[in-house]
């Protein structure tokens, strides 16, 4: 199958995205217009100027930049807008189902109410479902680099959106915030009724993916690169079909890997563990979904049945129903069978 014919494959195939942060999709145009009409200041002078700090050595490094973007969306309209972008592009691509994260205590620190973040959110995600038919899950991520104490107060303002949020989950700083850091707050996450992912591995050692699994209790883990580094943990995730959201144009943008040839993703495919593919920080790190895939595809050189394995992989990794599950999965694999006629 040449390149043409492989975009084309992974441009109509049907998808569902798992490791999104709605922070993250906020493209430097939309930042200006929504920093201007709420008398914010950005630290630079132009969208070009913006696009140039997008350098990153590491995670904390583009941490930095993210909040700062962040930092201009005020009002519920503002979270509408931003979430409302995202559902235009992914229209495009053919993701059917989302999974986005959002960080409540990004904004809630800053004195906005976290009414207004998520029911913002949650109304794009409405009206793009009316629109285009995509279906969703919120997950709310806690801020690591804070206390515990900070999450368990975000927790506590969820409780009253609790019928909006599916799952919570554990971003930032990863290095130094083991996920042991948040075992009281998972603890009464999941007492609520909460499902629980973490992000884990990305920067941080296989030992934070084993925290996640067993003192978080995670249903997916986020990342999950270094997982490889202990055979031990790989036959754990193996034996349990823990699904990994990995993210490849975030890994290589952060340095987590060299370049795409040396990502794990095909070793991962390989030993059997439930890899998925997903675009982590799009507006930040150069690509949505299907510019994940593309570029992922030919450093590897996948295979048509490679790319429709991680196609039905973010299916039967999502938090939908086993019956929509199933039905999506076959969707996958009707289209997989039309493009071999
Ligand atoms: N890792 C940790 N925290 C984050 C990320 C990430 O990739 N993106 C946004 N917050
Ligand atoms: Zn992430």
Redesign the pocket.
């Known amino acids: 199958m040449n390149n043409t014919s492989k975009k084309d494959f992974i441009q109509g195939i049907p998808k569902a995205e798992l490791?999104l942060?709605i922070?993250?999709t906020f493209e430097p145009e939309l930042m200006f217009e929504i920093a201007k009409r709420n008398h914010k200041k950005i630290k630079y002078n132009s969208v070009e100027e913006l696009k140039k700090a997008y350098n990153f050595d590491n995670?904390q490094d583009?941490?930095n930049i993210?909040y700062e973007g962040a930092g201009v969306l005020m009002k519920e309209q503002d979270f509408y807008d931003i979430t409302w972008a995202y559902l235009e592009k992914i229209s495009s691509q053919n993701v059917i189902h989302t999974e986005i994260?959002f960080?409540p205590q990004t904004h809630t620190e800053r004195g906005i109410p976290f009414g207004t973040v998520i029911n913002g959110i949650n109304e794009a995600l409405k009206e793009g479902q009316k629109k285009w038919g995509i279906s969703f899950k919120i997950i709310m991520?806690f801020l690591?680099h804070l206390e515990e104490s900070a999450a368990m107060k975000a927790l506590e303002e969820a409780l009253d959106y609790k019928n909006m949020i599916t799952a919570v989950g554990l971003?930032?700083?990863?290095i130094g915030n083991p996920p042991s850091k948040f075992q009281r707050v998972f603890e009464r996450a999941r007492k609520k009724g909460f499902l629980t992912v973490a992000?884990a591995g990305?920067?941080g050692p296989a030992e934070y993916v084993w925290e996640a699994l067993d003192v978080l209790k995670v249903s997916r883990v986020?990342?999950g690169n270094h997982s490889l580094d202990d055979e031990n943990l790989v036959q754990e995730l193996i034996k349990r079909k823990m699904p990994l959201t990995v993210?490849p144009l975030?890994n290589l943008k952060?340095k987590v890997v060299k370049n795409l040839q040396k990502h794990p993703l095909k070793t991962m495919l390989q030993k059997g563990l439930l890899a998925t593919i997903n675009s982590?920080?799009p507006a930040y790190f150069g690509g949505y979904v299907n510019e994940n895939y593309w570029a992922i595809a030919e450093a590897l050189n996948l295979s048509e049945a490679e790319i429709a394995t991680l196609a039905k992989n973010s299916f039967k990794a999502s938090f939908l129903y086993e019956k929509t599950k199933r039905e999506m999965i076959k969707g996958v694999n009707d289209y997989h069978r039309q493009t071999m006629l």
């Open positions: 490791h942060h922070e993250g995670l583009f941490l993210y994260f960080d991520c690591r971003d930032s700083s990863e992000h990305e920067e986020d990342h993210c975030s952060l982590d920080d």
